[in-house]
């Protein structure tokens, strides 16, 4: 899986991450029907199956993020996901179908367990945005996923998360798990663009190193 910083991203000072172990053939899961299976990376996820892998990783953008955050020493994504399943921050239903992320525990869990600032923003501005990275905190933002397609129009709102990592002269820098190219999953967004994907709500984090202040 993408684990280091991408040389030529100046404002990258996060790793970039995809929640597909491949992300060569993330355009053909996400649109050409390709099982995740097919996958040969998938013991890179960190998933005990591949049968594991493949229902999950569609599911893990929030992990994804939670990752790219936590910085290059940071457990396996199916590590991760192993970690918030024990705080209740997915849930399945009576046929076995993943629901979440549920942004509370999941943020409970990247306070106790990796020693981050979380805070549930269920209310969000896009220039509310800037604010927090501004001092110095980085946001996983609800958008919808065509958001790697921001000259298209946007579908809707929500139901896929990215994590803003900074702000660029005319709005965010923001790290998509599920771009399927590398300008998509480390991209500069003008402000209206990014508004019209996002859904108003997120989770922003803060290492508790950086003082009491942020």
């Not at 970039?16 to 390709?34: D, K, W």
């Not at 269920?122 to 001092?135: F, M």
């Not at 790697?148 to 998360?161: C, I, M, S, Y």
């Not at 790290?175 to 300008?183: E, L, V, Y």
Request: aromatic share 8%.
């Amino acid at each position: 899986m993408t684990s280091t910083v991408d040389p030529s991203c100046p404002t990258c000072r996060f790793p970039v991450h995809t929640q597909f172990a491949s992300p060569g053939l993330i355009e053909r899961i996400v649109y050409g029907g390709l099982d995740p299976a097919a996958d040969p990376a998938w013991r890179s996820s960190g998933a005990a199956t591949v049968e594991d892998y493949a229902r999950w990783c569609g599911h893990l953008c929030g992990m994804t993020c939670l990752r790219m955050v936590l910085g290059p020493g940071a457990p396996s994504l199916f590590a991760l996901r192993d970690g918030a399943l024990k705080y209740g921050a997915y849930t399945r239903d009576s046929e076995g179908t993943i629901r979440g992320l549920i942004y509370a525990p999941m943020a409970a869990y990247a306070e106790e367990a990796h020693a981050l600032r979380a805070t549930v923003h269920r209310h969000l501005t896009a220039p509310e945005i800037l604010g927090l990275l501004d001092r110095g905190r980085s946001v996983m933002a609800s958008v919808h996923y065509e958001i790697r397609n921001p000259d298209r129009e946007a579908p809707g709102k929500g139901g896929h998360l990215v994590l803003i990592t900074a702000r660029t002269p005319d709005g965010v820098h923001l790290h998509n798990p599920s771009g399927t190219t590398a300008a998509t999953r480390a991209a500069d967004l003008p402000l209206a663009t990014f508004e019209r994907f996002f859904a108003g709500r997120g989770v922003s984090f803060r290492s508790t190193e950086a003082g009491p202040g942020a």
